[in-house]
């Protein structure tokens, strides 16, 4: 898969493969194309070429159906300020159809009931991620794409991610989680990619580069 | 995805953004303000003469809509780009028509309470008489359809121009063109039911209101996914 921004190229020729139960650590320096890579696994993006196919089914297909399956935590928490957090996930809750929500127990889950109907605006930049991993929880997505999640979280946040992250793939389905540091994941990760300078060559092939930016958990370079 | 479900985002959208606007009002207050200066700049440039202003009064309070409706169809996205709220908006999954049909929905209500603010005001400034007998139907589905189109046309191009940095710039850019069969039609059949209709020329001109209302609500409808993508 390849994406470019004008005349700069992001993403060069990477592949990718995820499997059921698995979860995948993306890292690599800044500018390196993991949020890239992340927003058009989720469909927010579209490739210049290449494509991404969830369960069997290339996205440019049936675009619905990935976004029916996929959950995108973004490093903007995408909430409307004007809103308070219960409205926040009333309004996600209706753009999802869901027939009958449970908002309270998501919102204590992500430890925001007693802030239910504060305005987002007053909210810290913890407690707005909180909210969106409310949003995450209300869509239930088999697959989870996770961008630099353990961002603005005390302990306490880092393991609420960590147990949205396994009860996900313990029901069968798998996430890629964007980090720095993949000890902050606290071990949860069955392995790590590495995104590298592969994207400044001049024309990589899509198989050279994965063999360059493929690293195992242990560290070492496959 | 069902039309029942699409159906029902439309209505979710449109309720998010009349509930965040109500709660900050960041716009009403402003878009009314700049829609009452504006007719009294226009009543200032026209002068004391009765009939002048009287002749203007239609012209003047379709440019105040206008001018000042802008501000609120850039407000109407600035909210969703704050934040990337528009990249979760467009990951749920159903039809992107929604997505506008919500904003249109939400910005008619909008332009219809600024104008239930401004037309008295704009009847006081200008010495306009509340139509007698049938008059007021036909110049409130003028209103109506004139509105209509502005609203289609300004939320459409504000989503255009909504990732551009320029936006504010370049939305009156584009939408003040295509602007001009729908203030002509709507000026036009304004200021003819304000004379009696004598040559009977308004009925064509909401016509064409008409025409035009359902032409630009079907192409925006179609096209709005490929003007939302990145």
């Known amino acids: 898969m ?5 005349r700069r190229w992001a993403l060069r020729g990477v592949s990718l493969t995820v499997a059921s139960g698995e979860i995948v650590g993306l890292e690599g320096h800044n500018g390196s ?13 579209r490739p210049t070429s290449g494509s991404v196919v969830i369960a069997g089914t290339p996205v440019q297909e ?6 029916a399956q996929v959950g995108l935590l973004s490093f903007q928490p995408g909430l409307y300020d004007d809103l308070t957090a219960r409205e926040n996930l009333v309004f996600a809750s209706r753009m999802l159809d869901l027939a009958s929500p449970d908002i309270n127990a998501v919102l204590e889950r992500v430890g925001l009931l007693a802030e239910a109907d504060e305005r987002v605006r007053t909210f810290s ?24 999640p353990y961002n603005s979280f005390d302990r306490q946040g880092v393991q609420l991610v960590n147990e949205i992250v396994l009860t996900v793939r313990d029901a069968g389905g798998c996430a890629l989680i964007v980090l720095h540091d993949r000890h902050v994941a606290g071990g949860i990760l069955d392995r790590a990619v590495r995104l590298r300078q592969g994207l400044t060559d001049p024309a990589p092939s899509g198989e050279g580069l994965e063999a360059r930016i493929v690293e195992d958990v242990a560290g070492a370079t496959v | 995805m ?17 509930t965040a606007e109500r709660r900050s009002r960041a716009v009403l207050n402003a878009v009314t303000f700049l829609g009452v200066l504006i007719l009294m700049l226009f009543g200032f440039a026209l002068g004391p003469d009765r009939d002048a202003l009287r002749d203007a009064a239609a012209g003047a309070l379709w440019l105040a809509i206008l001018f000042s409706g802008i501000l609120a169809f850039n407000r109407s996205y600035q909210v ?4 990337g709220a528009l990249e979760s908006l467009l990951l749920y999954p159903g039809s992107r028509w929604s997505i506008f049909a919500g904003k249109l929905l939400a910005n008619l209500a909008f332009v219809f309470l600024v104008e239930l603010i401004v037309i008295p005001v704009a009847m006081v400034l200008f010495q306009v008489q509340f139509p007698e007998g049938w008059a007021w139907a036909s110049q409130l589905a003028v209103l109506v359809l004139g509105t209509v189109g502005f609203v289609i046309l300004g939320t459409f191009y504000a989503a255009m121009s909504s990732r551009s940095r320029s936006r504010e710039v370049l939305l009156p850019l584009l939408l003040f063109p295509m602007m001009i069969p729908v203030l002509l039609g709507a000026v036009e059949s304004s200021t003819s039911l304000l004379r009696g209709d004598p040559m009977r020329e308004a009925g064509a ?12 609500l079907t ?3 179609v096209t709005f996914e490929y003007v939302i993508e990145v």
């Open chain 1, 2 to 6: 390849t994406r470019r921004f004008g």
């Open chain 1, 33 to 45: 194309g993991k949020s890239t890579l992340l927003r058009i696994a989720a469909t927010a993006l």
């Open chain 1, 62 to 67: 049936d675009p619905d159906r990935a976004r």
């Open chain 1, 125 to 148: 930049s913890g407690m707005q991620r909180r909210l969106s991993l409310g949003r995450l929880l209300l869509q239930s997505p088999r697959i989870l794409l996770l961008d630099e």
């Open chain 2, 2 to 18: 069902s039309w029942a479900s699409d159906v029902r985002r439309m209505r979710a959208i449109a309720w998010k953004d009349l």
């Open chain 2, 80 to 83: 969703e780009l704050d934040g």
């Open chain 2, 205 to 216: 001109w909401m016509g064409m209101l008409t025409a035009f209302d359902i032409i630009f």
């Open chain 2, 219 to 221: 192409a925006a409808l």
